[in-house]
């Protein structure tokens, strides 16, 4: 058990330095000077000079990295370049951070009660009309883009919902509104990006489950339970969801970068000022410090699930304590 | 074991022979030299000691292709066999021109820097101007010829059987290589060192073409030298690869020219770059053809007919004409060019329809035997194939998408790139004129619809195309030789399945700059990963197999058992993953150009949504903008997700659902 732990632990350390050493890489890679990419041309030799040196880019590119590493570690992620102030980017992150966390964790969680739901039903009735039509609908929902969703619902909403809100998390008079006025505000705004969001990921989900049910289903253990006469229910709630869910912990932890991904749409397509908006604005404003830190967060914030999925399922598997 | 101690017994082995052997040291001597060199004229021309990092960094990077050269040249002795010889020559001098042109390119660096002191020319930065390029011009070519020699000098002493023939091979190789050489100055030119952000998408498409007009060079010279008998098919591959490969040049050449390459006057260098290395790759294409039917005839006694050989030149030439038809397809306003392409290539189809007929005289017994046999099974896949509705209208789909986009442009009413004076100020729900409505700018949406699904499917079938390979590669080879080059490349495509795919793309964008080949590019080589995985797993179950243990007791090399034993096992399964590779890569095109970062001058699906994005025509339910992009990227992802399901429960029925 502690061996198991401790290979991921090196795993998810290795990776780390990994994803440290490739972002660091990344920025550096291109012939030329990398002053340029941060500066646009026709900027004056002293005041390039300068930022080279507060930047520490005249440094032998081995200093440059271990600086990298050590900043990192310490939590500075750099200067922001297209924020009007030149802000640490370490203080303009967290608010965006927290907006992409609430909808990225609302988005999975509604996904995986609705997908697991569905998925059930539809492996329970394996070959009936209701199977056939819910993976039919399955397929459909998930072969189209986050983003067409968006654009969907944006386009009826406008059409028949007056007056919705379709931009940014809060309204503008969001700091004068009551309590419960504030509670449905976010639920408005959040609405149409957290069920654009659902959408596809459930309909993943669902064929997930339902195909791992459907081989949990052919598993002798099953004949056994309904020859002792259990309820069907019975058989379906205690013997096949709980082995037929296993690999479906692992499929979601696998998932949260492609979950990360269509929230980048969203806050895209919403003005929904998370990290993903904030990458969209890095990129406009040739922002790379930002855009780097942006990548940084979103990867370890992908890094991490993995890891804590791979415990779970320790926790949850026998087999893998073997 | 044996595949360890047949590597040290190899590596023992190439140690004394580096010193002995003068042609195996000369690519690590010039290589060295040239870091060497490149470092002190460094020191030079900055005027101290502190070399640049970046600098310092290629410099030691390509010490190391050096090295790697010797070793490959060093292989070359372990090879009976002069195909194999050449195979791995051309590995040398891929990498012996890549040495080249990085070192040529950081010189180059180090002068638009800090200017030539003592000279007088100093270099405006961030411009290139006139002066540095023809420095450049001058020392690649210089480099070339200095390559090309020494390759024509070991090609000499392989050749050694005949002398005379030896003598006038080395000649065409010179006139070839210098010819090449041209091609690759152009092919720098292109490349300027990145100095600003405003025309980003130069550099990855120089290196590009660079990099291909290098390898058409080297193929030039091998298929020139070596004259010894090779079946048709394997030389007739070699030549639909180097058609492909002056298509693409063709599009790079264009695309320089249009990404503002260099000012008015160098453009015209480009173009002359362009057509020296079509030309080149003419001549590559056409000699071996004319060689191998030749020798073939000569081999079986009863050849080819003169007419018929004459149609298969006429047949490649105009193949060459239909492709240089679709790469100019863009280009506004003719249209021609595309017509022009659609009917050369019938007639192209037509003549190799009709020249394939009588395979056996070319191919022989045997292989006819094995193309009736890959014949049958296709129809026995198309037999199972057709029994799945879903897959039918899949392909349906498919099919008519893939017709819209080869003949879309042509018979659209509009070119959607043109300015034109708008008759109504706000977009019009569709009409007897325009079906499809109009969008702001009062263009017709039905054209720039025709228009779209070019791209989509171009940049979703090359993108997966690319990372089908790389996931096959980085998977057969972790999964045959496995031990520390498996755990390596594991570690690897775990990092790349768990970074967050998305934001990976974007990131790679803003850097690299956006262009179509660029969104390519980056498509492919964000999402090989679980190809890897896929293919490493059934390489390990194929690898335990008794008849590879069998063909490893009768001696049989590790390129042997890879390529006919294990590739041919997972090619089905790498054929149905591609296929979902390819839908993921259209879905993720239209993503990146919705989100502004493929592309302006590509009219696509993404880029239709993105303008309507832009003008919020959602707010305005202005559906008929919308729906028919939106409701065309759906249908085609579903087509491929389709498509590749059907074939894989037919391909690969063990996988199929219980």
């Keep these: ?322 | 074991m044996k595949i360890n101690l047949k590597f040290i017994d190899r590596f023992t082995n190439w140690v004394p022979r580096l010193r002995m052997n003068p042609v195996a040291l000369a690519p690590f001597v010039i290589g060295i030299t040239l870091a060497i060199a490149a470092l002190a004229l460094m020191v030079f021309l900055t005027g101290s000691m502190e070399i640049p990092q970046k600098e310092s960094l290629i410099a030691v990077f390509s010490a190391l292709i050096a090295v790697m050269c010797t070793f490959a040249v060093n292989a070359l002795k372990e090879y009976r066999d002069i195909n194999r010889a050449f195979t791995v020559m051309i590995i040398t001098y891929i990498t012996s021109f890549m040495l080249a042109l990085f070192i040529m390119s950081l010189v180059l660096n180090a002068i638009v820097v800090s200017g030539v002191p003592g000279v007088g020319i100093t270099f405006d930065w961030p411009a290139v101007s006139l002066e540095s390029i023809i420095f450049w011009a001058i020392s690649s070519f210089a480099a070339g010829i200095i390559v090309s020699l020494a390759a024509i000098y070991q090609i000499r002493l392989m050749s050694k059987k005949t002398p005379e023939m030896a003598q006038l091979h080395s000649l065409y190789a010179m006139i070839l290589m210098l010819v090449a050489s041209a091609a690759i100055l152009i092919g720098m030119i292109a490349w300027q060192p990145r100095l600003d952000l405003e025309e980003p998408e130069v550099g990855i498409s120089g290196l590009l073409a660079v990099f291909l007009l290098s390898l058409i060079a080297i193929f030039s010279l091998e298929r020139l030298i070596s004259k010894t008998p090779m079946n048709l098919r394997k030389d007739s591959f070699m030549s639909v690869i180097l058609v492909v490969f002056i298509a693409v040049v063709a599009l790079i050449g264009y695309d320089s020219v249009v990404g503002n390459l260099l000012v008015t006057t160098s453009e015209k260098y480009i173009m002359y770059g362009t057509a020296a290395a079509m030309a080149v790759a003419l001549i590559a294409i056409l000699f071996p053809i004319g060689d191998t039917i030749k020798i073939n005839r000569e081999l079986s006694g009863h050849g080819m007919p003169s007419t018929r050989r004459f149609l298969i030149n006429l047949c490649l030439v105009s193949a060459l004409v239909a492709l240089f038809g679709f790469a100019l397809y863009d280009i506004p306003p003719t249209g021609n060019a595309l017509k022009f392409g659609i009917l050369s290539a019938a007639i192209a189809g037509a003549l190799l329809f009709y020249i394939s007929i009588p395979l056996k005289e070319v191919l022989g017994h045997s292989k006819t035997e094995k193309l009736k046999l890959s014949i049958t099974s296709m129809k026995r896949i198309w037999m199972q194939y057709k029994e799945s509705r879903f897959g039918l209208f899949g392909l349906a789909v498919l099919i008519i998408v893939t017709g819209i986009a080869i003949i879309g442009p042509t018979i659209a009413p509009q070119n959607p790139l043109d300015l034109r004076e708008p008759e109504n100020l706000l977009p019009q729900p569709p009409s007897g004129k325009y079906w499809f409505g109009t969008d702001f700018e009062d263009k017709d949406v039905w054209s720039q619809f025709l228009w779209g699904a070019r791209v989509s499917l171009i940049v979703g079938i090359l993108a997966g195309l690319l990372s089908a390979i790389i996931g096959t590669a980085v998977g057969i080879t972790s999964g045959y030789f496995g031990k520390i080059a498996d755990e390596v490349l594991m570690r690897f495509t775990d990092f790349f399945l768990v970074i967050p795919w998305l934001p990976l793309m974007i990131v790679l964008i803003a850097i690299l700059g956006r262009s179509f080949w660029v969104v390519i590019f980056v498509i492919g080589i964000v999402s090989w990963a679980p190809t890897a995985r896929v293919v490493r797993a059934a390489v390990l179950s194929i690898k335990e197999k008794q008849y590879i243990e069998r063909s490893i007791a009768l001696g049989a090399g590790n390129s042997h058992i890879i390529f006919r034993h294990i590739f041919p096992n997972v090619f089905p399964l790498i054929v149905a993953t591609s296929i979902l590779l390819v839908a993921e890569a259209i879905f993720s095109e239209a993503f990146l150009d919705f989100f502004g970062l493929g592309d302006p001058n590509v009219v696509s699906w993404g880029w239709m949504l993105e303008r309507a994005h832009q003008e919020s025509a959602m707010m305005h339910w202005y559906w008929w903008w919308i729906l028919p992009p939106a409701l065309g990227i759906i249908l085609l992802i579903m087509s491929f997700y389709i498509v590749g399901d059907t074939l894989d429960e037919i391909l690969n029925p063990r996988l199929k659902r219980r």
């Excluded at chain 1, 090196?10 to 291109?30: A, G, P």
């Excluded at chain 1, 009309?129 to 609908?137: A, E, G, I, S, V």
């Design chain 1, 1 to 322: 058990m502690r061996s198991y732990f401790l290979r991921k632990v090196v795993y998810l350390l290795v990776t780390l330095l990994l994803i440290l050493t490739f972002n660091f890489l990344l920025f550096r890679i291109m012939p030329g000077d990398p002053i340029y990419l941060l500066f646009p041309k026709g900027a004056e030799k002293p005041v390039l000079d300068l930022w080279r040196e507060t930047l520490g880019l005249d440094q032998p590119i081995y200093i440059q990295y271990f600086q990298y590493l050590i900043d990192t570690f310490q939590g500075d992620l750099g200067i922001s370049f297209s924020f009007a102030k030149r802000e640490p980017i370490a203080d303009i992150l967290p608010p965006y951070i927290q907006k992409t966390m609430f909808l990225s964790g609302a988005g999975v969680i509604i996904a995986i009660f609705i997908g697991i739901a569905f998925g059930r039903e539809a492996a329970w009735r394996k070959g009936k009309m209701f199977d056939k039509f819910t993976t039919t609908t399955m397929i459909s929902l998930y072969s189209i883009p986050t983003f067409l969703y968006a654009l969907f619902f944006i386009m009826i909403f406008a059409r028949f919902v007056p007056n919705w809100p379709f931009v940014h998390a809060t309204g503008d008079d969001f700091d004068e509104l009551s309590i419960l006025g504030k509670v449905v505000d976010i639920g408005q705004h959040a609405f149409l990006p957290i069920i654009s969001l659902v959408m596809e990921t459930m309909a993943g989900f669902a064929l997930i489950v339902r195909s791992s049910l459907i081989d949990v289903m052919t598993e002798d253990y099953m004949l056994t339970a309904e020859a002792k006469g259990l309820p069907e229910r019975d058989v379906l709630k205690k013997h096949a969801m709980p082995n037929a869910l296993l690999p479906v912990v692992a499929v979601i932890a696998f998932n949260v970068g492609w979950i990360l991904g269509g929230t980048v749409m969203i806050e895209y397509i919403f003005t929904y000022k998370g990290l993903g908006f904030l990458t969209w604005e890095a990129v406009l404003g040739y922002d790379f410090p930002l855009l780097q830190a942006c990548f940084f967060i979103e990867t370890v914030a992908v890094l991490v699930s993995s890891f804590i999925a791979d415990i779970l399922n320790f926790y949850l598997d026998p087999r893998v304590k073997i």
